[in-house]
């Protein structure tokens, strides 16, 4: 059985830091992409960051609505199946639940990844 378990989500002011975890088990993981998104309130659920494999390639959101490029960064440990979002100079609109998904191929959309996890809570405060 496939599961994603992240951790690390937190009340936190803005200007301030948060690293989350997605542990994976039931899975190959290397086999694996992997992927960070996030939903707040009446919101749709999206994209928020993504790594390939093996780690060497990262993306991440990049519009001018949802930009978080510059400020998180998004990488994994094969070893340990777990992925990480380390988030800088977080913003009171940075508020949603966060979610990993894997999948076997990269993909910024949320609609073709196979796992979830549950999610975890980030909430910032101005």
């Known amino acids: 059985q496939v599961q994603l378990v992240e951790s690390g989500g937190a009340l936190v002011q803005a200007g301030g830091s948060l690293k989350l975890s997605c542990v994976a088990s039931?899975?190959?993981?290397?086999?694996?992409?992997m992927a960070w998104f996030r939903q707040a309130p009446g919101k749709e659920r999206e994209f928020v960051a993504g790594?390939?494999?093996?780690?060497?390639?990262?993306?991440?959101?990049?519009s001018y609505a949802d930009s978080v490029k510059g400020r998180f960064t998004m990488s994994r440990d094969n070893a340990k199946s777990t992925v990480y979002l380390q988030m800088n100079s977080l913003k009171p609109e940075d508020t949603a639940v966060y979610y990993c998904?894997?999948?076997?191929?990269?993909?910024?959309?949320?609609?073709?990844?196979?796992?979830w996890g549950q999610g975890t809570q980030v909430t910032v405060s101005s």
């Open positions: 790594i390939n494999w093996s780690g060497v390639s990262t993306y991440y959101a990049d």
């Open positions: 998904a894997a999948k076997t191929f990269y993909s910024r959309r949320a609609s073709t990844y196979d796992y």
């Open positions: 039931g899975v190959t993981f290397r086999f694996y992409a």
